[in-house]
């Protein structure tokens, strides 16, 4: 990744991306102008003109050149707006919404055009003791408190640092259960609180900016992969507020925008961006309406990016490791849960349930936690009659009991026949399918295949397709690790290693929102041999699962009443956790 | 037992999973209780905005009718 350029040099892609959605706001000025709109949509020229004059009052507090052409197109449509009583008159009127109005004169202060007048209705609303005191959510408390800043009007209200405590940006949440409206909230809390890139607010105690940062960046990764501009504006106006002018995911961003900005300048919103009462069948009026805000968002993010008075810092990076302990303590407890159902499930479920507890025990360093569950089901194995149960458990569950009771010391009769018979059958064999490399390599660890003959046939398979292809994530994610076997470094790396993570952890929100917990477990198994490990997105899913374990040490609310059916979901979803929590990282 | 094996059966074998699982057996289930307040759009994050053009959206489509 080319590093992104200091201000000063050339090409600069926000530049182009600025001009060019200003240029077609300019284009549709008239639509910013509640007079001129239908009466259906008088309402929603108000929002919009409110938008549009904050990028415009910005522009003049950012940048000391007098407008161009279309910046001050903009500037004379608001300023004619602004100046008519039935407009500005309506903050005396429409209390609840004051911000929909103040905001204008906000932006008009900006630009060194105080009205005397509207500035009186403002004060006489804040002073009537409701507009700025009815109940608002944290970050519309800030907006307010913002925007009666920027308009120069004195108020009673609790500063901002008061209100930050109280956010979702600074609980430092999931990023893999943030909706939509979650990521406004997180935006805007970043535009008031910073004064869009003008001041460092006192962030609450135990507020780490590092991880704030990777918040954002995560959260724009996840947009970007949801073909959202809308947000992927946002949060890079977000981080250029915070001071990051050098995020490897903003450029990402950058080069998202330039791509789905159109030759006109227009950045479109994503699908349902609009009530669709608004929508109406005039086209023209549609484009318009689905694409200003995410227009003017794109326009703000390319002068946040150039503003010279913006803060910039370097790119914070986590002062600490993350804790392990909480990992290893969930694996272990896992580990004794499934060790313990191997011993009294049947046959065919006391098998996988064995092999995973061998696999924790094998990544916890503790090959005791699971000797008696294969012991157990070895003893059983060993009475079968007919065909060997080994053929139909999975090779996973065989590699697993295999490793486990190597390392135990312990041996099997009918496992090293049907691994010796499995090695001999590949003998003379000079290619294998990609999905049966791991395979390969587990015999070849266990001594089965000589390293010459395994390490030929699993160059032999290709992971080119499983990389490029698109089928569901989760069955790429199930193809890789097949593949990779625990071997991260048999993974390719380089940028389609890069897509394909993405791809992978953009997955990763559906999967928990649905309580695919097999599904969460492997993506996040595939994202951990990629390389992965200390990603936002992947630490984020890892407690998630670590979220899910019971007090017995298993995993996932089943949400159901029989016995029967709550034992089987848990100790499948489980053996997923365990797998997952006991993959080394790449 | 008889454990032999001819080369397509240890190719089979070898491509098969016990522990990593994709069919989803309580989807629907789950989905019943998530699906609140999903709207995507940045007009829903002016919530005063929106009540007040929804409202009229409903209203305007009742006097339609």
Known sequence: ??????????????????????????????????????????????????EMALLVGLRARLDPAPFDGDYQRLFDR?????????????????????????????????????????????????????ATSFERIPYRQLDLLHTLELAGVDHPLPPVEDVLPLTLFCADPSVLRLGDRDIYAITHTVFYATDFGLRVPRWPAGFDLSR???????????????GNADLVAELLCSLLCLGVHDSAEAERGWAFLVEVQEADGRVAGPEGIVHP?????????????????????????????????????????????????????????????????????????????AATAARGARALAEPALAQ??????????????????????????????????????????????FLEDTATALTGLTAVPVAAAGGVAHLMRLGWLTEDTGNALIASADPTPLMTAVPPPAMTAKGLVQYAGDDPDRLPGGEAARAVGERLAAALPAACQDYKLDEVAVLLRCLILLGWADHRVVRDGVEFLLRQQTPSGAFGWPAVDDPDQRMGLRQRWTQS?????????? | ????????????????????????????LVRATTTLDEVAGYVLAWEKYVLVVAAECDEAAAADQ
């Open chain 1, 212 to 226: 704030a940062v990777e918040l954002l960046e995560a959260l724009c990764l996840l947009s970007r992969h949801r």
């Open chain 2, 1 to 28: 037992m008889s454990c032999s094996i001819d080369t397509r059966k240890a190719l089979e074998f070898l491509q098969t999973s016990g522990l990593v699982h994709l069919e989803i057996p309580l989807e629907q």
């Open chain 1, 78 to 130: 608001m300023s004619a707006a602004a100046k008519r009583p039935s407009y500005r008159e309506l903050v005396g009127r429409d209390e609840r919404a004051l911000l929909l109005y103040a905001g204008t004169h906000a932006a008009l202060r900006l630009c060194g055009q105080e009205s005397e007048e509207f500035h009186h209705l403002i004060e006489q609303s804040v002073a009537g003791r409701y």
């Open chain 1, 372 to 417: 008696a569950a294969l012991a157990s089901v070895v003893k059983r194995v060993e009475a079968e009659q007919g065909p060997s149960p080994w053929r139909r458990v999975g090779a996973d569950v065989v590699f697993e009991c295999a490793h486990g009771l190597r390392a135990a010391s312990r041996d099997c009769a009918t496992l090293d026949r």
């Open chain 1, 1 to 50: 990744m080319v590093p992104m350029k200091a201000a000063g040099e050339l090409p600069r892609p926000w530049r182009a991306v600025e001009q060019r959605a200003v240029s077609w706001l300019a284009a549709h000025h008239f639509r910013f102008d509640p007079h001129t709109a239908e009466e259906s949509t008088v309402l929603f020229a108000r929002k919009a003109l409110v």
């Open chain 1, 577 to 586: 956790c365990v797998v997952t929590l006991s993959t080394p990282a790449g």
């Open chain 1, 277 to 353: 009462g608004l929508e109406g069948s005039d086209e023209e009026y549609r484009s318009w309406a689905t694409a200003y805000h995410t227009t003017i968002v794109a326009a703000l993010a390319g002068l946040l990016a150039r503003g010279v008075t913006v803060i910039r810092r370097p790119r914070p990076s986590p002062a600490t490791a993350p804790d392990d302990t909480q990992r290893t303590t969930a694996l272990r407890r896992a580990t004794l849960w499934l060790a313990d159902a191997a011993v009294t499930a049947d046959l065919d479920d006391a098998l996988p349930a």
